[in-house]
């Protein structure tokens, strides 16, 4: 079943030199720009290893991010007009229905411990309803970090502050099957000063000393 289905990952991306602005404080602009770039490097080989993905489709407006992307076998989109981050995935999600996607799914760049397991449990959850909505959250239970959608299109993305409950909602509405994963490696994104000392620590069994 899982081979049969087509389902496209997208990945939207912030121009490489702004990324992970909350970071200013313990990185210089220089760390965070290839701390982004290793970030969507990582994330683009874990799709490309996982069976249950059909392709991998970028949106970025910086040209360097799809460049990168195009050399890991992805396809991209360059945004363009201004920077709004749920109309453009909303334009991905256009496109890969013109493809014949039966389904999408969105995921940052950030997650450091995303595996294809992940991705496989991801695509596993939503059964074979022909409507579903899966979604995971982050660790505060307030963003989206993974969202899953078949049909495309049938729900609008409203990312932001609250958006995972605003997207349940929203599938709710649209009478699909909705499931709400709770998944570690999903939920752990790369924000903040403190994410960093997490991951060591997660990684090591080590405090990170300063």
Not at 25 to 37: G, H, I, K, P, Y
Not at 160 to 173: K, L, T, V
Request: proline share 6%.
């Amino acid at each position: 079943k899982l081979d049969r289905m087509s389902v496209w990952v997208v990945v939207p991306v912030k121009p490489l030199n702004v990324a992970k602005s909350r970071l200013t404080d313990v990185l210089t602009s220089e760390q965070r720009m290839r701390f982004a770039e290793s970030m969507l490097r990582r994330t683009l080989n874990v799709t490309r290893a996982t069976r249950a993905v059909t392709g991998t489709l970028v949106i970025s407006r910086d040209t360097k991010a799809l460049a990168i992307a195009r050399d890991l076998g992805a396809r991209t989109v360059q945004e363009s007009g201004a920077p709004a981050l749920n109309p453009a995935l909303m334009r991905a999600t256009q496109l890969l229905a013109s493809w014949r996607s039966e389904s999408v799914l969105i995921l940052p760049a950030d997650l450091p411990l995303l595996t294809p397991e992940d991705i496989t449990g991801v695509v596993r959850a939503a059964g074979d309803a022909e409507r579903s909505v899966v979604i995971a959250s982050d660790r505060s239970n307030d963003g989206t970090n993974a969202l899953f959608v078949r049909p495309p299109g049938i729900i609008t993305y409203e990312y932001g502050p609250q958006s995972y409950q605003r997207h349940i909602a929203f599938a709710r509405a649209a009478d699909a099957l909705v499931c709400e994963l709770d998944s570690e490696n999903l939920q752990f994104d790369l924000d903040l000063p403190q994410d960093i000392v997490d991951l060591y620590r997660k990684l090591t069994g080590q405090p990170l000393s300063r």
